[in-house]
């Protein structure tokens, strides 16, 4: 194999080589080469096939906009998939693989689809593989089956993420000329600037091209510009950073590629770091893309753009073909061509399509270096399958309806063609940028902005080295002095100027035949989107550039149209008969390029996915074996099984333990709430139900709150601890909701109120202590507050001191039976738990779980919100008629009086048992009146809840029947999700107790 | 109008594709129609391609301010399932199902639909009883539904993490096989082909910005294309139905918000069915072309600019990550936005209005692609005959003064 490595020049250290691995294959490369470049050194031509037609596929440029080029970088859990050759550093050791072709890129079975290339026009799937319809899957299997470029690994990265946040006066986006120019200038200012460019290194265009600044070679300039603004203490540069989204308030997102290029072993510093920068000010230079020429087989490997050409040689020091022709239709490729020349290469002609050539720099530049210049002529077709050997080359009048008869071939290995730029304006359009046509340069060039950026430079449509400079340094003193900073005379720059023609647009070659019977003339190389494709889209009514695109998939691929959506503008533009600008672009969405998931997700995966909420006690549930559920953010301790119990025999023995002697659990999860301000009482009467004005202070109540539509929110019991002091708690999982209720009538509808609300949720820990023993307990810790009934009864709050401990001291019950909770500060709530556990041995005092609490509250009959009801529960429905105060309007109340609330056979709350009196059934399953109707079947409720209950001695449940309050002593039959079905009795929802005297002893 | 098949795609291939019939008429606007459905997405479509076909409605128009079907219709996540809770919501979708069944036949155009089937997870015991309810809802309306345990969704969906420390652990799944995904811009272009072939105009860049009324009745609309007449008006705009409704008057229940989806670069084949989860708000699927294709909850605020902030994406990418841990290293390669009507209950409007011969059809919010076809079905009913179909009578506006509410929180709670 030959090295196209050059002797000499380039920015690569010959000093340090590195091996790598290409499809199996182990070639050499340098520091400072890319994957792209180190395999064009090798004399790589095909490195992929193409989509639809496996066409052979070779290295077209040298940036963002490859779209061939794509890559498997890496191996098992590290592996990368459809990575741009182009952008990808290379290192020692790099193990990469072509993504298509089968068994090899040089040899791959599927190109037979190119022999039905017209079968498989633009959409042909839309008219296909219908019948018989049976078939579809296979037809599906089969399409499916060529899917995608590279493969998603198998196992966990191994990499980190971060993020971070920063803010500055001006960001700068792109350094090349002008985005230095301006990075420069603003930070002279004092202005905090942070300049990002997606390259190894600053300078952009300056590292491929040679020429000069101020009359010394531009790469002093550079070095100089470099060393600047890193010593200044006000810049942030960071390099291998892609600000790859704008999104509103001036907030761009970028990813800082921290560690791949350094080829270690993954996981040993933070892979990618996503910057969420928050600009004041934001300056766009992010430079232009040169676009290919649609002529027949431009997707032939040694066909590349004339720029790349020149940052191979450049840069990289690899010249890509021993003997080239430049085909372009404006000047800035002639330089191309003539550096080709310079570093040795042949290059046989420079093939124009204008009739009157470029500007005199140029060609006394090509003439210089004795290339030969055809003005008004074409390259209409390529030779060469895996590799071009021929240009077919034709005279041409101007005249693109023209077909051309005669050409010559000239031989050449290397086809380098330049159809003119495009503009860069991916950011400023996501910004909400509108794009304007220009019609001298024949690009969209951004327009009108609607948040604080400027585009500069190749990308504002600025050509010339000096306006790029200038712009860019007035952008940076203006985006400077926006942000309030004094502003020095701006600086001036020198540099060559060049005399030069104006480019002609050329959006399809014309060939020897119509363009829609001609060889393919490639728009979008990756989903092999033709010109002829873009016409056969209009033939058929998909006129929007947005139809087309979809319909054609131009645009569509890991490049997203940076190298062929404007070439397919202007072919539609033809096929409609109206001007480019009429046709407008697609929308500019983010990721500018590809970012990681994993970027995007930074450190909040896995274990901290989402916070952990744990209790003060959770290390002491922990310690006794608890298994754990989850409750929102919450782990709460399930039950706590003792000797190989399992969760049912765990459960028995908790339940007994609280219906006949003490169990305690840890209730700290309940929201909290702490009411305050003089106008508590007015709010908490318009969002209760219940008349809270005449609770007397100590007094506790249960309480529900509506939605507006008369259906129950949340519940819980509150507190009146004085005149306008409340203290309310919320279920564990609707503690958020609450809070943001209450602020949100507060703060929109009644903000006259004066009302102060406090989450209290973590400051107090609660333990309910549970059983006929539960005074007892209290007592022998040592309460400073008496705990008989006539001094305490139920459902009042004391501030009291327990085992020497300030609490609050509630007598409330969730269980039916004799209970007090204790808040107490966090802080010490252990200390009380494991005072309480000592003290409670006399008693057998049994700590339990959520699945307990459910048994406890179910044998009483109290809903669980959330559980028993679903946000189509009515506290009617609930039989809660008595929470509702007739004295005073509240959140829903009317809603409460609508039709369908007032109806007599809506879904009500009720309780069952199993007529077999064995069957637990599964919570969820639907209740039906008569499960031998046809499909389908009319239900009249379900389960909510259902559990073996260990002192009644058979299962009960709980759920909501059509009409239930009246079905009491009914059958009704429980239709479960595995097909069987149970008979169930209608019951009163209260199955222990009835009376609730044991609460009240 | 020539049949889609095999066989004229070869023999087109023979004349070089120069044969190719439009796919659907760009006529001028009329100055009267009989119906004029105001909005050309897939419902909107569908619509007047049931009138056609169903009702025998000779003169429609369908009326799209920009391009057919680009509006959520070519920006949503094409889930299609049935899987719904509630009886009323469950049959709605379930008559779209079947729809969809024999949609490519029926229009002659493939809109790919893909039964690939639906995963719905549950993190926690209480996903678990509200899975078991709907499954057993389900499985009573006649619509095809399982319970799926973590050992069995192991061995089904490779790379899904199914272990019992994770943040949120999976519990288990309601698996619907014969939901799946399809193609959004085929469905637009079919039905837009198949009411073209029926008569129907379909006028494209045509913006409807007056809504013409006489003693309660409607008449006509204006557009930016001038005036036109009608006897009745079908409005099915999406995002933008408050927008419309306001121009005649009424007022919709209806809050708009931004909802964000995106894609992956193209991957070898990895993941062969649709798994969504409300527990850890994500879900995620693969295309044809192996996009990995992903969406979550909308955007908190409301609005009508079709794009949301990025910090909804980063959640939608942790969320993926804790459910399939290896798409780390994978890229996002486009994101986007839409507008989604979302309705108190979730459940969408399919109704008449206080104004005679005008109807609307909109509330789908995050979830109405997998309705296109069924909407359209009821809605065509609904205009021809002027009154509801029992399918979809209890989505009528009446139900937010009587509070006949239909909640499907629960089955909605992400985006899809
Ligand atoms: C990101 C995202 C993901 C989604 N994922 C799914 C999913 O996975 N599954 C699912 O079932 N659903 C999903 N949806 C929801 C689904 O896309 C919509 O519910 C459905 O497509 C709505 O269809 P439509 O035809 O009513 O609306 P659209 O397609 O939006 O059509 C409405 C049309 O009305 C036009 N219009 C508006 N105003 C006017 C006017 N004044 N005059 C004329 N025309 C007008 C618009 O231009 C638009 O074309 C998703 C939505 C989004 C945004």
């Not at chain 1, 007592?779 to 006539?790: D, H, I, M």
Request: charged share 20%.
């Amino acid at each position: 194999m030959t090295s196209r490595r050059l002797e000499s020049g380039g920015f690569v250290d010959r000093g340090k080589v590195f091996e790598f691995k290409f499809d199996g294959r182990t070639l050499k490369g340098f520091a400072g080469d890319t994957l792209a470049s180190a395999l064009l050194a090798n004399d790589v031509a095909v490195v992929s096939r193409s989509f639809k037609y496996h066409r052979p596929r070779g290295i077209v440029s040298a940036g963002a906009d490859e779209p061939n080029a794509i890559m498997q970088i890496g191996k098992d859990d590290a592996t990368l998939p459809n990575l741009r050759a182009t952008q990808t550093e290379l290192y020692n050791n790099m193990v990469a693989r072509s993504t298509k072709g089968w068994p090899s890129v040089n040899f791959d079975v599927s190109a037979i689809n190119a022999l039905f290339g017209r079968v498989f026009s633009a959409g042909f799937y839309y008219k296909t593989f219908m019948r018989p319809k049976r078939l579809w899957r296979c037809y599906e299997r089969f399409i499916r089956s060529s899917a995608g470029w590279g493969s998603a690994p198998a196992g966990n990265d191994p990499d980190e993420y971060a993020h971070r946040n920063a803010h500055c006066d001006v960001l700068v986006v792109g350094a090349g000329p002008s985005g230095l120019a301006a990075a420069v200038a603003a930070s002279r200012t004092g202005a905090r600037v942070i300049l990002v460019d997606e390259q190894n290194e600053f300078g952009g265009s300056l590292l491929s091209e040679d020429t000069t600044i101020d009359s010394v070679p531009a790469m002093q300039w550079l070095e100089k510009t470099v060393a600047e603004l890193s010593n200044c203490e006000t810049v942030q540069c960071l390099t291998r950073t892609t600000a790859f989204g704008y999104y509103d308030d001036n907030f761009v997102a970028a990813v800082e590629r921290c560690a791949d290029h350094l080829g270690k072993p993954p996981g040993q510093t933070v892979r990618e770091r996503l910057w969420r920068i928050c600009a004041r000010e934001v300056v766009l230079a992010q430079g232009a893309f040169e676009r290919p020429l649609a002529f027949c087989n431009n997707d032939r490997p040694g066909v590349m753009m004339a720029s790349a050409v020149q940052t191979y040689v450049n840069r990289y020091a690899v010249l890509p073909g021993e003997r080239a022709v430049l085909f372009t239709n404006n000047d800035s490729a002639y330089f191309a061509a003539v550096a080709f020349k310079k570093a040795g290469g042949l290059l046989a002609a420079i093939i124009d399509s204008r009739q009157s050539g470029a500007g005199v720099t140029a060609v006394t530049n090509a003439v210089d270096h004795g290339i030969p210049i055809m003005n008004g002529h074409l390259v209409t077709d390529v030779v060469g399958k895996k590799r071009v050997r021929k240009a077919q080359v034709a005279q041409w009048s101007g005249d693109t309806s023209q077909t051309i008869k005669n050409t010559v071939s000239i031989e050449c290995d290397l086809l380098m063609m330049s159809g003119g730029w495009s503009p860069a304006v991916h950011l400023h359009s996501q910004a909400g940028g509108k794009n304007i046509w220009d019609e001298t340069h024949h690009c969209f060039v951004p327009g009108e902005t609607l948040q604080q950026n400027r585009s500069v430079g190749a990308g504002a449509g600025q050509w010339s080295l000096m306006e790029c400079l200038q712009r860019g340094g007035d952008a940076g003193r203006t985006t400077a002095e926006a942000c309030g900073f004094v502003v020095q005379a701006g600086q001036t720059y020198e540099t060559p100027q060049d005399q030069e023609n104006p480019i002609e647009p050329l959006w399809r070659v014309p060939a020897s035949r119509s363009p829609d019977r001609c060889a393919k003339q490639f728009l979008d190389f990756q989903n092999d989107t033709s010109v002829a494709d873009v016409r056969l889209a209009v033939r058929e009514g998909y006129r929007s550039i947005e139809h087309v695109k979809r319909y054609t998939a131009l645009g569509f691929g890991t490049d997203q149209g940076k190298l062929g959506n404007i070439n397919g503008m202007g072919v539609l533009a033809e096929a409609l008969e109206v001007p480019i600008a009429q046709v407008g672009t697609t929308t500019f969405r983010p990721a500018y390029t590809p970012v990681t998931f994993g970027a995007g997700a930074g450190e909040d995966i896995g274990e901290i996915y989402d916070p952990v909420r744990k209790t003060a006690m959770h290390e002491w549930h922990e310690m006794q074996g608890a298994p754990m559920e989850v409750v929102g953010q919450w782990l709460r301790p399930w039950y706590f099984p003792q000797y190989g119990e399992d969760i049912h025999a765990a459960v028995a023995r908790e339940c007994m333990a609280a219906r006949n002697s003490l169990a305690i659990m840890d209730a700290s999860t309940l929201g909290k709430i702490d009411v305050q301000g003089r106008d508590s009482v007015a709010l908490l009467e318009r969002i209760y139900t219940h008349d809270v004005g005449r609770m007397a202070v100590g007094r506790c109540a249960y309480g529900i709150m509506l939605g507006e539509d008369g259906l129950l929110m949340d519940d819980g019991v509150m507190a009146r601890l004085g005149e306008q002091r409340f203290y309310l708690t919320t279920t564990t999982g609707g503690a958020a909701a609450v809070l943001t209720w209450l602020e949100r009538w507060l703060q929109t509808e009644w903000p006259e109120l004066d009302v102060h609300l406090t989450s209290t949720t973590d400051h107090w820990s609660t333990i309910a202590v549970v059983g006929p023993k539960s005074r007892e307990l209290l007592q022998k810790v040592g309460c400073n507050v008496s705990l008989q009934r006539e001094n305490f009864p139920f459902m009042t709050v004391k501030d009291a001191e327990l085992g020497g401990f300030p609490v609050q001291l509630f007598r409330v019950s969730f269980s039916g039976e004799l209970a007090f909770e204790v808040n107490i500060g966090s802080n010490y709530a252990m200390a009380m738990w494991e005072l309480l556990i000592d003290a409670g041995q006399e008693f057998q005092i049994t700590p339990y779980g959520t699945e307990t609490l459910h048994v406890l509250r179910a044998e009483k009959g109290f809903v669980i919100v959330g559980q028993d009801t679903d946000g189509s529960v009515s506290p009617v429905d609930l039989k809660m008629n008595w929470l509702l105060s007739k004295n005073k309007d509240y959140l829903g109340k009317r809603s409460l009086q609508r039709a369908d609330l007032v109806r007599t056979d809506r879904k009500q709350f009720v309780g069952f048992v199993p007529v077999d009196g064995k069957t637990v059934v599964a919570e969820g399953t639907q209740l039906v009146n008569d499960p031998l109707l046809p499909v389908p079947t009319p239900m009249c409720g379900h389960i909510t809840s259902s559990y073996a209950s260990a002192c009644l001695g058979h299962p009960i449940a709980l759920g909501l029947l059509q009409s239930g309050h009246a079905r009491i002593g009914e059958q009704v039959v429980a239709a479960q999700s595995d097909g069987t079905y149970v008979d169930m009795q209608v019951v009163s929802p209260v199955f222990y107790d009835p009376k609730s005297e044991r609460q009240n002893v | 109008m020539k049949k889609y098949s095999a066989f004229g795609l070869l023999r087109n291939a023979l004349s070089y594709n120069e044969k190719w019939p439009e796919a659907w008429r760009s006529p001028e606007p009329k100055r009267k129609y009989d119906v004029v459905i105001v909005g050309g997405g897939g419902h909107g479509l569908a619509t007047a391609y049931y009138l056609a076909k169903e009702h025998g409605v000779q003169n429609i128009a369908v009326l799209e301010k920009g391009w057919i079907g680009g509006g959520n219709t070519g920006r949503n996540t094409t889930i299609v399932r049935s899987n719904y809770l509630w009886t009323e919501a469950a049959l709605l979708y379930e008559k779209s199902l079947k729809l969809w069944e024999d949609l490519s036949q029926d229009l002659n155009y493939n809109v790919m639909f893909s039964q690939r089937g639906v995963y719905n997870l549950a993190h926690s015991l209480q996903d678990v009883r509200d899975i078991e309810r709907r499954v057993s809802a389900n499985r009573l309306n006649g619509i095809d539904a399982e319970f799926v345990a973590p050992e069995q969704l192991k061995k089904n969906i490779p790379g899904l993490r199914v272990t019992a420390n994770s943040r949120y652990p999976v519990l288990g799944a309601s698996l619907q096989r014969r939901g799946g995904v399809a193609r959004h811009d085929a469905v637009a272009w079919g039905y837009a082909r198949a009411a073209d072939q029926r008569g129907v105009d379909i006028i494209q860049q045509c913006e409807v910005t007056g809504i013409r009324r006489e003693g309660g009745k409607v008449i006509g609309v204006d557009t930016t294309r001038g005036a036109i007449a009608a006897d009745k008006v079908g409005v099915v705009v999406a995002g933008h139905a408050s927008v419309l409704a306001d121009m005649a008057g009424i007022r919709l229940p209806i809050e708009s918000h931004p909802l964000q989806a995106f894609v992956s670069e193209p991957l070898k084949p990895v993941l062969d069915t649709v798994v969504m989860s409300n527990g850890v708000h994500g879900y995620i699927s693969q295309s044809d072309k192996g996009e990995l294709v992903i969406g979550a909850g909308i955007d908190s605020y409301n609005g009508y600019g079709q794009r949301g902030s990025f910090h909804t994406i980063e959640h939608t990418m942790q969320a993926i990550i804790e459910l399939f841990p290896a798409f780390s290293r994978v890229r996002m390669l486009r994101q986007w936005g839409g507008i989604v009507d979302t309705c108190p209950d979730a459940c969408p409007i399919i109704s008449k209005t206080p104004v005679s011969g005008l109807y609307f059809n909109c509330g789908w919010g995050t979830g109405g692609f997998k309705a296109t076809p069924g909407s359209g079905w009821a809605f065509a009913h609904t205009i021809a005959e002027d009154r509801s179909h029992e399918l979809n009578a209890a989505f009528d506006l009446q139900r937010f003064t009587s509070g006949a509410l239909i909640d499907e929180h629960g089955a909605a709670g992400v985006a899809h």
